[in-house]
């Protein structure tokens, strides 16, 4: 079975694949510095209640953005299930994705791996949107071309900066209200948080659409892309196993490369 690790700034997902299907998925608050024996510990007793145990892990595959949790999540895999980790961005790992940006080494894995997922389950040109610490849109050409994209805060940083930086705004959860017009403090701030960021979805991917000038299906993934779902009018596709599908694609393409 194949052990599927996408470690974002936020969150970290792990998820096991045993050849047909997925067999289960957790998610974790990242820390960069926690071990490779934390993660085991935390990892072994949610493996028990699938009836999975590490000896069934037999490949593991590892997407991150965060640079210092990889040499804990590369020992996790050594230590505990006595593999050698595929690190997407690594010498030798292809994705199949081609890169065309001024600077390709600066497309982040996690939106290459996102576009290879997206490849995977779409046809035509795709605009992906990633929903966590950052929002991210990002084109792919019809023919599977990284053409490039957005990066924006993600909708929780929008919430914590009001409350960080004005004195008298609490910290509040992110909802969607029923009005825009808040009647009191909490409801003004849910209101323009979430409708402003619906706002700021649509009225990006229209500009991209129009910018790009060919049709564009829009896909949304990320922890809080459920947020949007209903509310958006330009989201066509909700897909919350895109990166995980992109992950899959990777090892399968790879997997006779594996040292």
């Known amino acids: 079975m194949l052990l599927a690790i996408d470690c974002g700034n936020t969150n970290t997902l792990f998820a096991v694949h045993d050849g047909t299907d997925w067999r289960a998925q957790w998610r974790t608050a990242t820390h960069a510095t926690r071990t490779a024996d934390e993660h ?21 595959i590892v997407s991150t953005v965060v640079p210092q949790s990889l040499f804990n999540l590369r020992n996790l895999a050594r230590r505990y299930l006595h593999v050698e980790p595929m690190v997407i961005g690594e010498p030798g790992v292809d994705l199949g994705i081609g890169v065309d940006i001024e600077r390709p080494q600066e497309a982040g894995a996690d939106r290459l791996v996102n576009a290879l997922g997206g490849r995977v389950a779409y046809d035509g040109a795709l605009l992906i949107i990633d929903s966590g610490t950052a929002t991210t849109f990002d084109v792919i050409s019809a023919d599977g071309v990284f053409k490039g994209g957005i990066i924006a805060p993600g909708i929780n940083l929008s919430m914590q900066a009001l409350h960080t930086a004005a004195a008298q705004l609490p910290r509040i ?18 209101a323009g948080v979430y409708w402003g960021y619906i706002e700021l979805i649509d009225g990006l991917i229209r500009r991209v659409r129009k910018e790009y000038g060919q049709p564009l299906t829009a896909i949304a993934t990320g922890g809080v892309a459920s947020l949007f ?28 490369r594996q040292a």
């Open 173 to 190: 959860a992110i909802q969607r209200p029923d009005r825009v017009i808040g009647r009191n403090t909490v409801g003004a701030m849910q």
């Open 229 to 256: 779902e209903g509310a958006s009018s330009e989201i066509q596709h909700f897909d919350a196993d895109l990166t995980i599908r992109g992950l899959l694609e990777v090892w399968k393409r790879n997997e006779g």
């Open 40 to 60: 085991a510990v935390w990892l072994a007793q949610l493996l028990a209640l699938q009836g999975l145990k590490f000896e069934d892990l037999t490949a593991c």
